[in-house]
C-alpha cells in the first residue's frame, strides 16, 4: 500500500466519521452529548407548595398566634386557621391554610405572636409553578450542558437518552514505557495517554478504556481481540522495528490507510477491524503521534476539520514531498513558529495553540491552520 497525502488521508478519515448511536447513560457521563428524545419533567418543581423565604407562614389577617415551626424537608404537619402562623424555612412545605409567607425582615414577632403586612400568595412557590409535570423543557438534539444536567436531575432523571459519543479505547505499547515517576535510564515516561482523554474529548469522542500493554505481537492480538469501542487507538508499534507488532497482528483488518505524507507522524495506519471498530495506529513518538491524531483520529471523532487560513510569520521550511505539521501561535502579521518541534518533543505543541500545514514544496503563501485544544 503506497503512503497517502495528508489531504487525502485527512478526508479518508472524515469520511469514515463515526456516527452517534442514541444510547441510556448516566448523567454523569452524559456532558457534551445531544439529547435523543426530548427532556421531559417526571415531577413537577417544585413538588409541592413551599416556601421561598425564611420567615412566617400566616392565615388570615395580622396578628397571628405562632403555633409551631416547619424545615426544609419536614412535613407541614396540621393546616393553618384564621390568625395562626407557623415558622417556616425555605423550602420547606407550607402548611394547607396558608395565605402567604412573611419574611422576617418584615415581621414583628414578640412573645408567641408575630404581627406584618402579608400580600396575599406572597413567597410561596406553588406545585409545578417552576416546571409543570410532564412539560417538555428541551428538544431532541439539545446539548447536554451543565445545567441540562442539572435540570435533568431537578426533574427526577438518572439517565438520559443521548446520542452517545463515540468510545474509544486507547492501547499503549513498549515495554520501555513507564507510566508514573522519573524514567530510568532507557525508560520513557508515556507521553501520549495523558495527552489523550483531552483531545478525544475535545474531538467530540470519549475515552472508554484504556490499556499498557509489553512489546509482542500476543499482548496487542488479545488486547485487540477483547477490545469494546468505536474506535481502538494503537500507541507505538507503528513503524518497521523488531518490536512493531501493529501491522502482524491487523490479520483479517481491512488496512485503509498505511503511512501518510507527513511529518512528523508518517508510520500512521487506519484500519477497519473484523467486528467493525476502527483501528487508528498512533506513531509512538510523542509530537508524531499528536500529528497523527489530528490528522486521522479528530476527523473519525466528528472533530473540526477545516482550519483558517493565515500567513506565516517566520521561516519555515517546507519538505519536498510530505506535508508538515509547525506548532504556531497566532500573531499580528501571521501565525509564528513555536519551535521545539522535533518528533520526539511535545514542548512546541505546548506553547502552540494550532498547526500550521505547511504542504509540499510550498514556497510561501498562506497555509491552513488546524486548532489545538
Ligand atoms: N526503519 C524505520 N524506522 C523508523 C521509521 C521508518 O520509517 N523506518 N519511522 C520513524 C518514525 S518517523 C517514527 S515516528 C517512529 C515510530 O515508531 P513506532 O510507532 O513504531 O513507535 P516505537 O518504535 O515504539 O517508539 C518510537 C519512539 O517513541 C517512544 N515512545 C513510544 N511510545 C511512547 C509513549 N507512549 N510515550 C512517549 N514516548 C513513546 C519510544 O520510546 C521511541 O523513542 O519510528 C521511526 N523509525
Ligand atoms: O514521523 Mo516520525 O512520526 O517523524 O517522528
Not at 499482548?219 to 512493531?244: F, H, I, M, N, Y
Not at 519536498?320 to 513555536?338: C, F, I, K, S
Amino acid at each position: 500500500m503506497t503512503t497517502l497525502s495528508w489531504e487525502r488521508a485527512r478526508d479518508l478519515a472524515a469520511a469514515l466519521a463515526c456516527v452517534p448511536a442514541p444510547a441510556d447513560l448516566p448523567l454523569s457521563e452524559a456532558y457534551g452529548c445531544r439529547l435523543a428524545e426530548p427532556l421531559r419533567a417526571l415531577v413537577p418543581v417544585p413538588g409541592t407548595d413551599v416556601s421561598a423565604m425564611d420567615g412566617y407562614a400566616v392565615c388570615g389577617p395580622p396578628p397571628w398566634r405562632v403555633t409551631g415551626r416547619v424545615l426544609a424537608g419536614g412535613v407541614p404537619g396540621q393546616g393553618l386557621s384564621g390568625g395562626e402562623a407557623v415558622e417556616i424555612a425555605t423550602g420547606a412545605p407550607v402548611p394547607e391554610g396558608t395565605w402567604s409567607v412573611l419574611p422576617y425582615e418584615v415581621a414583628d414577632a414578640a412573645d408567641g405572636w408575630v404581627k406584618g403586612v402579608a400580600a396575599r400568595g406572597r413567597h410561596v412557590r406553588f406545585r409545578g409553578e417552576d416546571v409543570p409535570a410532564g412539560a417538555e423543557v428541551l428538544g431532541a438534539g439539545s446539548v447536554v450542558t451543565p445545567a441540562v444536567l442539572g435540570l435533568a436531575a431537578a426533574l427526577g432523571h438518572d439517565r438520559l437518552r443521548v446520542l452517545a459519543k463515540p468510545a474509544v479505547s486507547v492501547l499503549v505499547t513498549g515495554d520501555e514505557v513507564v507510566f508514573d515517576g522519573l524514567p530510568a535510564p532507557g525508560r520513557v515516561r508515556d507521553a501520549i495517554g495523558p495527552m489523550l482523554p483531552g483531545l478525544v474529548a475535545w474531538a467530540g469522542g470519549r475515552v472508554s478504556g484504556s490499556a499498557r500493554l509489553p512489546d509482542g505481537a500476543g499482548a496487542l492480538r488479545d488486547a485487540l481481540a477483547q477490545v469494546e469501542a468505536d474506535v481502538v487507538v494503537v500507541c507505538g508499534a507503528s513503524s518497521k522495528g523488531p518490536a512493531d507488532h501493529l501491522r502482524a497482528v491487523l490479520g483479517d483488518a481491512e488496512v485503509l490507510i498505511d503511512g501518510v505524507a507527513v511529518r512528523p507522524g508518517h508510520p500512521q495506519i487506519l484500519a477497519r477491524l473484523a467486528g467493525g471498530a476502527l483501528l487508528v495506529g498512533l506513531p509512538g513518538n510523542p509530537f508524531a503521534a499528536l500529528g497523527a491524531a489530528v490528522t486521522l483520529l479528530v476527523p473519525i471523532l466528528g472533530g473540526p476539520r477545516r482550519g483558517e487560513m493565515s500567513a506565516l510569520a517566520g521561516a519555515v521550511s517546507a519538505h519536498p514531498r510530505d506535508t508538515r505539521l509547525v506548532p504556531v501561535r497566532r500573531g499580528e502579521n501571521g501565525a509564528v513558529p513555536m519551535g521545539h518541534d522535533r518528533p520526539g518533543s511535545l514542548w512546541g505543541a505546548a506553547l502552540a495553540e494550532a498547526l500550521a500545514v505547511v504542504p509540499p514544496g510550498w514556497e510561501g503563501g498562506q497555509v491552513e491552520l488546524i486548532e489545538l485544544p
